[in-house]
RNA sequence: GCGCCCAUAGCUCAGAUGGAUAGAGCGUUGCCCUGCGGAGGCAGAGGUCGCAGGUUCGAAUCCUGCUGGGCGCACCA
């Protein structure tokens, strides 16, 4: 409808400019929008207030010279009005209304899902958790919002992967094959050294206690090796699993190891080098990042001879480019600030176009509990995993809560209002809108009414109530909202979008009856609220949160 | 000290590349079911958009400075 429409107005810039009124250049980037009020219109443009400096008029009366060169197009548009400091204001046909509803109903759930990616490459790196520990909250909404931006890049034609980096080598691995040992030793009664800086948590001495049910005190003699191969397959399992309840399936595993091993990470030190990004200082190689828009350089290898983490992301990051996506994004929690900035730095010292590279910080959540704050931290009794939350308030808040927020701004998730199954609580406002409507089209099957499943049955020229209208318009928007929102990578526009039609639909079903008395106004609405119902399942889906025919 | 992010109603937050009278939810006050699910709806009160400048026809939005909060600034990842 949109294109359509601003594509009639662009008529008006082209009449001018064949009368030689205006300069024929290009046009400046004017708007085409639904106003915040339906007063001012169903669309409104800006267009004569930014082409009022070329006409040398002023913006009203540039308004009034675009219009004079509109041909009339009864079949778009009923009326154009000119407003305020210049705007143009659309009221559309009804005729083009119900064009848009019966494309809606054409397409169904596919309606909002666009080739505009044209099949383009996308990997999403998200989570990346080493396997030293269970997922925590701050995992989980990693985990949704990078799973729901790989939807909202699928939904519009792109081609994703989704990927976890992990590393199971080096000083966390080995702290956490110590502390295994030593919950062993421990649960056998023998003596043991609880590493220093060892992970404290519960599910260490329960890992602990299965290798005793399952080895007795065989592995008492054991090196490390064996323990953190167990821990570590252990709680790597617990990790799928979580994930796999919150419906989140990786493409790629990736493995750090691999690329030590296929020699990649030496290839990064040898270019750097010879590139002369380097030099050494106390025993350890320095990468000159104060080139590279670094505050300081850093170490990239230890006086010891190992690399610090910064090389293999420089290396993996090569790796991605390398194997062709058009786009990389990667998701990181607010604590790996600095450690990506030093990894594009690398990379644009090595050469590499990092302009493919889109990086996203998510920050921090609060898990408030009675208004208060829940404390968190692997080192404090009431650590809250991700388990323990999806436990609590089930898969759909969690995704919902998480993802109701922009991804650069702290999250508070109010425990109690995601458990409450109650209006207050938005999952079910939404869920709730599209179970309504499925019971709705239940009571008209049961009841002998044609559900109508194309335009043609639906006598849509008796939706002539003003919420229909503006139901309709609303639900138009919704290809273009899905269409911004993954351009920007923001999945939250989505959420809020479905509140703004799950409410306009349920002020709606209060003040007009969908079953009337009239068998064509029924068709009608029934139409309507099948159009509402797919973009609300379109619209969850892309959040991963069901759609439930019955709640 | 330096860098990144945030600051909008009592609380939690939206606000599309600058647009008309700044919007929701919760809370609060008052209302609405003869029939499709009240897990709903309607209405009211509630704002110096952190502060001060600047840019222009026009700023919550862009620029500069300040204030307050979060997170970083390892030869840990």
Redesign the pocket.
Known sequence: MRPKLKEFLAEAVHGCVRKGLLPEEELP?W?L?????R???DY?S?LA??LA?RLKKN?REAAQLLLSNLPPRPDLVDRMEI?????I?LFVSDALRREALGEMLERRASFGCSARGEGRQVEVEFVSA?PTGPLTIGHGRQAVLGDAIARLLEATGHKVTREYYY?DA???MKLLAASTRARYLEALGKPSEFPEEGYQGEYIAEIANRIVEQQGDAWAGEDPERFKVFAEEAIFAGIRETLDRLGIIFDVYFN?TSLYEDGSVQTIIDTLRSKGCTYE????LWFRGTDFDL??D??IV???G?P???LPDMAYHVNKLRRGFDMVVDIFG??????YRDVLAGLRALGEDTSRIRVL?H??VTLLKD?QPVRMGKRTANFVTLDELIEEVGVDAVRFFFL???H?????F?LD?AKK????N?V??VQ?AY??I???L???EAGGVAVPSSLDECHAERLVEEDEKALIHLLV?YP??VD?AAT?I?P??VV?YL?DV??SF??Y?????????DAETTAARLGLVQAVQSVIASGLSMLGVRA????
Do not use: W
């Open positions: 980037d708007q929008e639904p106003p915040k009020t007063e001012h219109g409104a800006n207030l930014l400096p913006p407003a305020g400091p210049g705007f204001n080493n590393n080096g000083r966390q750090e200082k106390d025993g350890a505050d300081k850093r170490v230890k006086s010891t190992e610090t983490y910064r607010a604590d790996h600030e600095s450690t910080i920050q921090f208004g109701q927020r922009r650069d701004a702290h999250l508070d109010d209002l199954e109650s209006d207050e938005p079910y406002y709730y179970a309504r499925a019971s709705v239940r009571e008209a928007e273009e909202l911004r920007a923001e939250h526009r809020f509140l799950a409410r349920h002020g079903y209060n003040r007009c009856r969908i079953l009337s008395d439930p025919e019955r709640m």
